[in-house]
């Protein structure tokens, strides 16, 4: 068998936006269910479910997360709604124990093999929690209680967050991190080069592909959520940084956070080293940063490294060696996440020419 490899990037995006503002009431209504908990304390095997979430402490989630049995899954639409549950009916229940309030993170899958403990095959309405959760509403030994639940609005830190991840051809998209409904029902992609909103599909959970080439390409996003709210975000992924992390021949990851607040903010960060800097630390090259990377010029960085990309021989224009000169000075972060770039541009665009042979 032939497999074939091709340069893969990974890229963290978050954006502030009006998702974490937009919850509505909860309804009143409540639904009967059972619950159950698997993983450790620690929430050992509840990481990266069925939602793709991945890890789910650097994702924001915690261990107020839940899998859902199939009548609740709905194949991975239901990935990041929230809900709020408390134990009824038991002996089992603490007494004066509070709800819990928890995000639809992976998939409890039925067993048809067993006439008994049938908690998650259809049509049986069931939360897997985690440990933790179900120890805050009944007893560890209980195993399995009644419970009733509820849809809640999403309260969610840090506005709606991607991960991009791909190839020259490939774009998968995890969205998360979602306020408001949370569970996201609809993607769609414009790349700079479009003047139309082009539909993602579905893969898993809550990841969304794209099969068009973006290379070069800056992009826009629109996420929709289950209740029909749809929030736009513009001109987020510069089109330099998706022609630098495809032309690297080795991309170790990145972390691109975007706060589209009034001050519309700009910081790139290496997600193995993020425990290092935050907003405060990173404020002062915020405006300077997203100034440098909308800069027309880059234009021409954008052509010299889809033909590196090509060709892995590099050839830099006097625009673009002045263009990332001037990223360099005002994004030092940045110049330290790409020292492979960098040294190219040193060597290149400090060189003189060589001489014409006679």
């Known amino acids: ?53 991945k890890n789910l402490f650097d994702q924001g989630y915690g261990l107020e997360t839940a899998a859902l049995s199939t009548a609740l899954f709905n194949n991975g639409s239901a990935c990041g709604s929230c809900y709020e549950i408390q134990c009824i009916n038991s002996k089992n229940c ?21 006439t008994v403990d049938i908690w998650c095959n259809p049509p049986q309405k069931h939360f897997d929690l985690s440990l933790k959760m179900f120890e805050i509403i009944a007893k560890y030994e209980a195993g399995v209680v009644p419970v009733q639940f509820r849809r809640v609005p999403c309260v969610k830190k840090g506005g709606v967050k991607f991960l991009l991840q791909g190839n020259q051809g490939w774009l998968l998209v995890l969205v998360f991190n979602v306020g408001g409904a949370g569970d996201v029902a609809n993607v769609k992609i414009k790349p700079s080069n479009s003047n139309d909103w082009l539909q993602m599909e579905r893969n898993w959970g809550q990841n969304w592909q794209f099969t068009q080439n973006l290379l070069g ?92 990309y090509k060709t892995h021989q590099i050839s830099i224009s006097p625009e673009c060696c002045s263009a990332l000169e001037n990223i360099g000075k005002a994004c030092p972060i940045f110049k330290a996440r790409h020292p492979f770039l960098f040294k190219l541009v040193k060597n290149h665009c400090s060189s003189p020419p060589s001489p014409s042979p006679n």
């Not at 009006?18 to 698997?38: E, I, N, P």
């Not at 928890?102 to 067993?114: H, Q, S, V």
């Open 94 to 114: 603490l007494p004066d124990a509070k709800t819990i309030k928890i995000t639809a993170t992976n998939f409890c899958p039925p067993n048809y093999t067993k």
């Open 1 to 53: 068998m032939v497999r074939l490899v091709m340069p893969f990037f990974y890229c963290f995006l978050t954006i502030t936006i009006a998702f974490s503002l937009s919850c509505q009431a909860a309804s009143d209504g409540w639904t009967d269910a059972r619950a159950t908990f698997y993983g450790d304390e620690k929430g050992g095997e509840t990481m990266y479910g069925a939602c793709g979430y």
């Open 217 to 308: 390409q800056g992009l826009s996003f629109q996420v929709t959520t289950s209740d029909g709210k749809t929030v736009q975000a513009d001109n987020v992924v510069p089109a330099l940084f998706l022609a630098i992390t495809m032309a690297q021949t080795q991309v170790q990851g990145y972390e691109l956070n975007i706060d589209n607040d009034d001050e519309n903010d700009i910081y790139i960060d290496n997600a193995a080293y993020s425990d290092l800097f935050n907003s405060n630390t990173l404020s002062h090259h915020h405006n300077k940063c997203l100034k440098t990377f909308h800069n027309p010029h880059l234009k021409a960085c954008s052509s010299d490294l889809r033909s590196f």
